[in-house]
């Protein structure tokens, strides 16, 4: 049963990570393009953490943590450039 579960939430993830996909394509700007690339941080993440439960690998979670913590980093980057022109004063 729980492998059914994980199997239906890879899939829900795998089509949220489609969408986003298709949203960068059509995003009327460039705010819209990034908290894009932001949600598909999050579903990548969420993916390598599913993907990881049901193979029952443990070393899965430390790239998850990483990835997520470097997609925080690059939509900070990408905000601060679009509120003031640079990111390094």
Known sequence: MLDHALTFAIGCFALALLLNLIR??????????????????????????????????????????????????STMAFCKYLLRGSIVE
């Open 24 to 73: 960068i394509a059509t995003a009327p700007g460039f705010a819209d393009r990034v908290l894009a690339v932001d949600t598909m941080t999050v579903n990548v993440t969420a993916l390598v953490i599913l993907y990881s439960a049901r193979s029952g690998s443990v070393f899965s979670f430390e790239a998850a943590v990483i990835f997520a913590m470097t997609g925080f980093v």
